[in-house]
């Protein structure tokens, strides 16, 4: 199964703030990667799929980066509404994984 | 615009079988190059994927989970189907349907239905 490792688990920023979250795939997995925000107790929302691509009606303050086995998400200028958990997910092959998460609090 | 929902028992007998069904409304299961997902989330923690079936019929299991999961499909009534046999506390969780496909991610999830294993 190929791994997901999502970092950093936790973070604190303010709003405004510019945050990155990283996540490592155990081997390469091409542009099959994707990104989804959770708000406590809401379904996961999809924000950017095929690592780099912005899902229809999410801000463009979010953007994704990557490809192969490192990626990153980029929040720009955070708003009060993006405190929430932020997952991603490969797609590569089965099983599809998900990172553990990482959880926006408010500094 | 595509909504799906699950429904079945939110509480379930250890060692019995866990039921649930998604209805998928505003959209086809039969449509092209979508698969319809199950995935788990316990309390407190992290998404699980579990299985998927595609309009071919394909289905791909977890394999942490594959011995106890079947994944069905009924195009006439337009839902698909989860059934986990010989649950324990470990599937006490949150279980979500879903449409994904590998190049465009997981894009439509139902809410979401708790289902806890308690005697």
């Known amino acids: 199964d190929i791994q997901m490792a999502q970092s950093p688990s936790s973070l604190s920023a303010s709003v405004g703030d510019k945050v990155t979250i990283t996540c490592r795939a155990s081997q390469s997995i091409s542009t099959y990667l994707h990104w989804y925000q959770q708000r406590p107790g809401e379904a996961p929302k999809l924000l950017i799929y095929a690592a780099s691509s912005l899902q229809s009606g999410v801000p463009s303050r979010f953007s994704g980066s990557g490809s192969g086995t490192d990626f990153t998400l980029t929040i720009s200028g955070l708003q009060p509404e993006d405190f929430a958990a932020y997952y991603c997910q490969h797609t590569y092959n089965t099983p599809w994984t998900f990172g553990q998460g990482t959880k926006v609090e408010i500094k | 615009q595509l909504q799906l929902q699950e429904s079945g028992p939110g509480l379930v007998k250890p060692s019995e079988t866990l039921s649930l069904t998604c209805t998928v409304s505003g959209g086809s299961i039969s449509s092209s190059p979508y698969s319809w997902a199950w995935i788990r989330q316990p309390p407190g923690k992290g998404l699980e994927w579990i299985a998927n079936?595609?309009?071919?019929?394909?289905?791909y299991y977890n394999p942490s989970l594959k011995s106890r999961v079947t994944i069905s499909a009924d195009t006439s009534r337009n839902q698909f189907s989860l059934k986990v046999s010989s649950v324990t506390a470990a599937d006490t969780a949150v279980y979500y349907c879903?449409?994904?496909?590998?190049?465009?991610?997981?894009?439509?999830w139902g809410q979401g239905t708790l289902v806890t294993v308690s005697s």
């Open positions: 079936i595609y309009y071919s019929g394909d289905s």
């Open positions: 879903a449409r994904g496909a590998p190049s465009l991610g997981i894009d439509y």
